[in-house]
Structure formats: structure tokens, C-alpha cells
């Protein structure tokens, strides 16, 4: 919501002052430097990524609309996920675990969290890890180093994308001068054409070199950040998965497995002791 906001205000102040100077709107409308611009910037992102970065990089952009996946609600139905785990492995013993961790989606406990299996990595790293602790013979120091290598490369390969919406976002200055000259280039061919032929094409010129700022500064730039601010409120989800786990390898109760995952959560997002202590008693 906040980024639509965000857009729309940086729209209309900028051409609300442009206006207020009796610009002409017209005047801006120059399809041959959109295509310019946007097509050099989508080809070098091509160029510098793969295509499961190009696709994350997607993915990320239409999740600024939508804000990061860890609500305050999430974060209780992990809590009240992760309890119910734990108490029916103390209860039934871990072996019982094996048809939840092997089949999530028809599992009795995480098919009542949508919220849950509706993050892929989520599910992947808690079986994955259970299944680990399943097997046993594995020391807490071994397991925790385990999940790190996990972690750390999901992290990495989810920067590898706003990194590079990053680097298009300083681009585009220097996109919009590439689409400048060119204006330039056309404009010294028709030197000969009177005043108001040579006005318009220089004007024509100057948008791209005012398209590729306001992109890069005005949205693109905002966008990569608001994308890195995501990742990071998303990976305190992942660091909740783990510290529960581990606290649960350990051989804590439940309920104290559950407060290790509560605290590991960012505080604007973490349910309260109370708010924690209800939902795992319902």
C-alpha cells in the first residue's frame, strides 16, 4: 500500500510542479525514449542475470505491493504450528513425526497453517531439519551449523536479486544521457529545420536524461531498498524456525522450544508472551 502511496506522490508532485511552471504534459510523452530507456535497461538485466535471478527479481518487485510474508499473524500460526509439533513428538515420540515431515501438505498439523505452507523454503528447511533430528546422532553445535548453510544460502540467492534491481537503479541515469545523445544526434542532423523543429527534438532529448533520473532516484531505487527490507523482516521468520528447532534438539519442553522461535522474531512483529502463551494454549 505504502509503496503505491509512495509512487503515486512522487508522480504528482513531480508533474503538479511541472504544471504549476505551465509545463506542457505533451511535451513528455515521447515513446521513442521510453523504448530507449526501457529497453536497454531490461536487455543489461538479461545480460547480468540468469534467469531465476531475472524471475526473483520479478517476484520481489510485486512483493513491495504487497509487504513482507511475516505478519504479526504468520508469526502466531507458526507459533501455534510449531507447539503443536513439539508437544505431539514429546507425546507420540519422534518417529511419529515422520508422516507430518514427509507429506506436509497432508500432514494433520501444518495443513491447519496456510499461511505456513504457502512459504515454500519454510516448509523445505523445518522437514528437512526434523528429518535430521529423526535420524539422530546428530549434536545440537552440528545441527545448528547445519541449518546456518541452509539459511545463509537462501538469504544470498534472495540478495543476488535486489542487488541487481539495485545496479539498473544506478543505470538508469546513465541510460537516460545514452538516450539524451542520441536526441542530440538527431537533432544536429535536422540543424537546418528551423527553431521550433530543433526545439522539440532537443526537448525530446532532455526527457530521456529526466526519464532515467526519476526512475532511478523516484522509484527504482526505492523499490530495490523497500525489496532488501523485506528479505531481512522475511528472514527473522526463518531465524524463529530455527531457534525453535534447535532449542526442540536440545531437548526443551514445547512451550519453552516455542519461546526460543518467539524470541528470535523482529520485535515490531513479535507476539507478545500472552499473545503466545493463548495461542498455544488453544
Do not use: W
Request: with cysteine; aromatic share 8%.
Amino acid at each position: 500500500m505504502f509503496v503505491i502511496i509512495g509512487i503515486v506522490l512522487v508522480m504528482g508532485s513531480m508533474l503538479g510542479g511541472y504544471m504549476m511552471h505551465h509545463g506542457d504534459i505533451a511535451v513528455l510523452i515521447q515513446p521513442n525514449e521510453f523504448l530507449i530507456i526501457g529497453g536497454v535497461a531490461a536487455g543489461s538485466l538479461l545480460i547480468a542475470n540468469p534467469m531465476y535471478v531475472v524471475k526473483h527479481i520479478i517476484a520481489g518487485a510485486i512483493g513491495t505491493f504487497k509487504g513482507p510474508k511475516a505478519n504479526k499473524a504468520a508469526y502466531i500460526d507458526l507459533i501455534k504450528m510449531l507447539y503443536e509439533l513439539f508437544q505431539f513428538a514429546k507425546r507420540e515420540g519422534l518417529i511419529a513425526l515422520e508422516p507430518h515431515v514427509e507429506n506436509p501438505e497432508s500432514s494433520t498439523i501444518m495443513s491447519k497453517f496456510p499461511s505456513f505452507l504457502h512459504n515454500h523454503h519454510a516448509v523445505v528447511f523445518l522437514c528437512d531439519t526434523l528429518k535430521v533430528i529423526l535420524s539422530g546422532g546428530v549434536p545440537a553445535h552440528d545441527l545448528e551449523e547445519l541449518m546456518d548453510l541452509d539459511l545463509d544460502g537462501h538469504h544470498e540467492e534472495e540478495h543476488f536479486a535486489q542487488q541487481s534491481l539495485n545496479t539498473v537503479s544506478d543505470a538508469f541515469p546513465g541510460i537516460g544521457i545514452v538516450a539524451a545523445v542520441l536526441g542530440v544526434i538527431i537533432t544536429m542532423g535536422s540543424i537546418n529545420a528551423g527553431a521550433a523543429t530543433v526545439g522539440a527534438n532537443v526537448a525530446a532529448a532532455l526527457v530521456g536524461t529526466f526519464l532515467g533520473i526519476l526512475l532511478s532516484y523516484g522509484i527504482v531505487g526505492p523499490m530495490a531498498r523497500n525489496m532488501d527490507l523485506n528479505i531481512y523482516v522475511d528472514s527473522k521468520y526463518m531465524a524463529a524456525i530455527k531457534a525453535a528447532l534447535l532449542s526442540f534438539a536440545k531437548g526443551a519442553p514445547a512451550a519453552v522450544a516455542v519461546e526460543y522461535g518467539r524470541r528470535a522474531i523482529n520485535p515490531e512483529m513479535r507476539p507478545t508472551f500472552k499473545e503466545a502463551e493463548d495461542a498455544m494454549k488453544k
